[in-house]
């Protein structure tokens, strides 16, 4: 038999390797168009970063090395540019002198993998975009970037840049790596969240941790075209109106089959472009086989046929393959689409079906979320993981599983991979016998948890409500954060009232079982106590919040899981002469009266605040103390508690899963000599603009910038109806649903649009006092918005009533931050006196 293979790296390599050990006396080709015939494609972000140092590690085989050990004739730099089905040959054409010949064979394998999708944007071809898919493009990026970066050192050229397009798994790989050469990385992402193979309240809190590591995310906006600049420098111009400069453009926004060798053949597509298999990895021709990425193979979940561009099921459809080719009877069932990602010190992944995809293909479910720790919260090193679950709601069948996290995501994912192959449900995962040590897990492993949540949810004992439900599932209902006051204090959901777990079988007497009530705690354990207290006390309508607040904040992103840090890597350094800068810095300087470590890893909330509440209570105004926390949280709930008690934060920064904060008590510090005292530093106003009305936002705009003519900090939070005073008057064109079109017909766009609250008269009204401002010389609102802006004040839309309306973040005029109930509590904690107008 004769053997022809058409590419190398995964599944070609893999045909060929096996079918030598099934047949000796075979002859088999592998044709191979670059000039590596296999090689670790998924490391080569790491060699660019210096990670992996040594290039030739990446070579897994050479055509010398096959040749030696499995007598296998392979060609590199030979391209398959054509097939004859009937004489059963291929044309071949070398690559580096140009000729070609024709191969005979008996059995052809076509194994072309996929190539990168390049969509057709102005500047596309510019040599400053580039893609990663093979090791001559890794050279090339790492020449860029190594070149630049000397010059950097040398003084000859500014800061190294890079812009990633698509926040997939190797767009973040890259992003990473450049962060370790030092290049400043802004990540562009047309979704509302990175990572597609995870759900949002899983992606979100890898966000966060990027953000915190000063990656740049720009979510829900795209490439809209590539310029190139002097310098060798190329701006990136994005779709909502916004641009980025760059030294090198990673573009990284997936994958099509390369299936053109294929279709010319005759051979059956899919429309999706994948060459149609059966299980035995055989094409429409009796004496073509195919595998790896070019091909479509069944879904483990969900119906019909998918593209897996993954490199474990390309190694075993080559397997598959290269047995059938020897006469064996093998076939491969489907593909579950489970991978994992690294992510600085985070792992994020997931195995079968996102809860997304579910609902698409209208595949009935249930989800469950936990956040347990990676191994023994008393054992150093470990930080509470983001778990979820999918399952059948009837049988418990698993359909998906996704998780984030610190320590063990790998294992747990693993687990439930291998689970979801095997058909198990979640009551075969609360039997699961799972290793356990303290450094390496827990007595009820994090799949056993999963798992009775799960089983819970179909017994009937535990009834759930959703965060991306919300305000809806609330409606009429009681809203019970059963959190210790401390927690509450430091944030809830709005309308939601403090009934910590000890009290409750207390308070419950007074209340009617008749009204609907929502629980919810920080990840849920707490709150399905609660849950099972009100059950048997005869309430009819009880749930429980999937996840608890961790999941809340994280899908709609409060401050906390779901935002980015804005108090991380504080400075002190004097700035501009400021004195009031310049007493911090000595008073800093100069070191405090006492100074305690305070190591609260491990410790999930609200055990952070709680140990530091405990040893604040034992120091005096001066005294310093450090804290160093494993809870991604703690980023927002520490400065928030500190600020709250008139403690000031003298630095925050990214520490492993967490962060290790300095805090100086009293909100004063001890006076040292020529230094004066720092006082606490609340001052200035906190605005909420609920009205979309003309004259009171023209009212709120007045005082803000009379407060910033007089030095004075001001925050505006906007929500509801005051969301239409930033919307921009002609806002990129975006896809919307039909209520969202709605919404946006009815509602005024933009501070122009705006209507008085009374004697508006169809319009009449409103133009008068505009006319009347202007002859008095009185700034109209989209002036007083600039200089408002302009001035310092921090404008702020509310992200959860942006998604109940349909507005996007393209639909905001510059300067606008996005933030949560969470962001305007902070500012008003920080502030002299609070408007509601």
Known sequence: MKLVVVGGVAAGASIAARARRLDETAEIIVLERGHHISFANCGLPYHIGDVITDRQRLLVQTPQSLRESLNIDARTGHEVIAIDREARTVTVRNIDDNTEYT???????????????RPPLPGIDSPNVMVLRRIGDMDRIKQRIDDALEAHANKERGPVTAAVIGAGYIGLEMAENFHHRGVTVNVVEAADQILPPVDREIAVPVENHLRARGIGLHLNTAAAAFVDQEGGRVRVELTNNSSLEADIVILSVGVRPSSALAQAAGLELSPKGGVIVDEHMRTSDPHIWAAGDVVETPHTVLPGQSLFPLAG?????????????????????????????????????????????????????????????????????????????????????????????????????????????????????????????????????????????????????????????????????????VRTPEE??????????????????????????????????????????????????????VRT???????????????????????????????????????????????????????CTGLACPGPIMSLKKTAASLKPGDEVTVTVSDPGFAHDGPAWAGANGHEILDLTPHGPGYRMTMRMGGAVAPASGAGVVTDPREGMSFVVFSGDLDKVLAAFIIANGALAMDKPVRMFFTFWGLNALRRENPPARDRKALDKMFGAMMPSGPDALKLS????????????????????????????????EGGAEITACTMTMDLLG??????????????????????????STLFI
């Open 545 to 599: 919040l999937s996840g608890g607040s961790i999941t809340f904040r994280a899908w709609h992103e409060v401050e906390g899981e779901g935002a980015s840090p804005q108090h991380a890597e504080i400075s002190h350094a004097p700035a501009g002469g400021d004195p009031a800068l310049e007493k911090i810095a000595a008073a800093v300087a100069q070191g405090p009266a006492h100074h305690i470590d305070l190591d």
């Open 313 to 481: 099921p390309a190694n075993r459809q080559g397997r598959v393959a290269a047995e059938n080719i020897c006469g064996r009877s093998t076939t491969y069932t489907s593909t579950q689409g489970t991978s994992i990602v690294k992510v600085f010190d985070m792992v994020a992944g997931g195995t079968g079906a996102t809860e997304r995809q579910l609902v698409d293909a209208g595949v009935a479910y249930r989800a469950v979320h936990v956040h347990p720790s990676g191994h023994a919260g008393y054992y150093p090193g470990t930080a509470a993981m983001h778990l979820k679950v999918l399952f059948d709601p009837e049988s418990g069948k698993l359909l998906g599983a996704q998780a984030s996290g610190f320590d063990g995501v790998d294992k747990r994912l693993d687990v439930l991979a291998t689970a979801l192959r095997l058909g198990a449900t979640v009551y075969d995962l609360e039997e699961l016998e799972l290793a356990y040590a303290p450094p390496f897990g827990s007595a009820k492993d994090p799949v056993n948890m999963a798992g009775f949540v799960g089983a819970n949810t179909i017994r009937g004992d535990l009834t759930l409500w959703y965060a991306q439900d919300f305000p809806q599932a609330v409606a009429g209902a009681k809203v019970v954060d």
């Open 488 to 541: 509450f204090d430091l944030w809830h959901i709005p309308g939601a009232v403090n009934v910590p777990l000890a009290t409750l079988r207390d308070e419950v007497e007074q209340w009617d079982p008749t009204i609907p009530v929502r629980l919810y705690c920080a990840v849920g354990f707490r709150s399905y106590l609660a849950h099972r207290i009100l059950v048997q006390r005869g309430f009819a309508d």
């Open 103 to 117: 191969e005979t064979y008996d059995a052809l394998a076509l194994t072309p993998g996929s190539e990168p999708v």
């Open 758 to 789: 009374t004697m508006n008269m169809a319009g009449a009204g409103t133009a008068m006092i505009k006319k009347v401002m202007k002859d008095h010389s009185v700034s109209s609102l989209p002036e007083l918005m600039s200089a408002a802006i």
């Open 807 to 832: 507005i996007a973040e393209s639909d905001l005029i510059d300067g606008v931050q996005l933030g949560g109930v969470a962001t305007f509590i902070a500012a008003a904690e920080k502030s002299g």
